[in-house]
Nanobody, 116 residues
Framework: HVHIVESGGGAAQPGGSLTLSCIAH????????MGWHRRAPGKEREWVAT???????DYIDAVKGRFTISRDNAKNQVLLRMDSLKPEDTAVYYC??????????WGQGTQVTVSS
C-alpha cells in the first residue's frame, strides 16, 4: 500500500547537523513534489521545505541557508540535511507528497531534539 517512512531523527547539540530520510513505498515519487514539515511542542504543524519534481526547492525563511532538501528518484528517497541546528528546530518532522493540490500521504514522523 502507498505509504512513507521517515528516519534519521535524534538528538543534536546547537550548531550540529542531522540528515533526515524519507522513503516512498508503492508509488513513484518522481512525478510529485515532496516536502518536509514539522510540529514543535505546543505548536501547529508547519511546512519546512519542498523539492519539486524538477529538483528545484523552496524553504521556510527560518531554515534558509541551514537546511537542504534533495531527492534521489532512483531510490524513491527524499533527504533533509539540517546544519547549524538551533533549539527552535526541535520538533517531529514529517515527510509528505504533494498531489491533487494538497499535501497528503504523510509518514509517521521522526523526532529531532536540539539541546545542549
Amino acid at each position: 500500500h502507498v505509504h512513507i517512512v521517515e528516519s534519521g531523527g535524534g538528538a543534536a547539540q546547537p550548531g550540529g547537523s542531522l540528515t533526515l530520510s524519507c522513503i516512498a513505498h508503492d508509488f513513484n515519487m518522481s512525478i510529485w513534489g515532496m516536502g518536509w514539515h514539522r510540529r514543535a511542542p505546543g505548536k501547529e504543524r508547519e511546512w519546512v521545505a519542498t523539492v519539486h519534481n524538477d529538483y528545484t526547492a523552496d524553504y521556510i525563511d527560518a531554515v534558509k541557508g541551514r537546511f537542504t532538501i534533495s531527492r534521489d528518484n532512483a531510490k524513491n528517497q527524499v533527504l533533509l540535511r539540517m546544519d547549524s541546528l538551533k533549539p527552535e528546530d526541535t520538533a517531529v518532522y514529517y515527510c509528505s507528497r504533494f498531489s491533487s493540490n494538497r499535501w497528503n500521504t504523510w509518514g509517521q514522523g521522526t523526532q529531532v531534539t536540539v539541546s545542549s
